[in-house]
C-alpha cells in the first residue's frame, strides 16, 4: 500500500522559489507549490510505507537551512481506499 502525506513548509522570506524547484528533483514528491500564509510551501509526496516517508522528508525535503518549520499530515485513507468498499 503506498503511504500519501502533505508537507507544508515555513522558509527564509525570498527563498521558496529556489526551494521549490530542489524540491521538484526529489524522488516521491507528486506536486509541490508555492504559497501565500503562514507556510510557504505546500507539498504532496508517496512512498511505499510511512518509514519511507518519514525518510524523504527528513533528509531529502527539510535539508536545507532556509526552511524554519514544518507540518506533515499523513493520509489515512486515500480515494482509491474510500472507492474500494463501493
Known amino acids: ?11 527564509e522570506v525570498g527563498s521558496a522559489k529556489e526551494i521549490v524547484k530542489e524540491i521538484q528533483k526529489v524522488s516521491g514528491v507528486d506536486e509541490v507549490k508555492e504559497v501565500i500564509g503562514f507556510y510557504d510551501i505546500i507539498m504532496k509526496i508517496s512512498a511505499a510505507s510511512v518509514d519511507e516517508l518519514k525518510e524523504t522528508i527528513t533528509k531529502q525535503i527539510k535539508k536545507s537551512d532556509k526552511i524554519f518549520s514544518s507540518m506533515t499530515l499523513v493520509m489515512t485513507n486515500t480515494e482509491e481506499d474510500t ?3 463501493s
Do not use: D, E, K, R
Not at 1 to 11: D, K, W
Open 83 to 85: 472507492n474500494q468498499g
Open 1 to 11: 500500500m503506498v503511504s500519501t502525506a502533505i508537507v507544508v513548509l515555513n522558509c
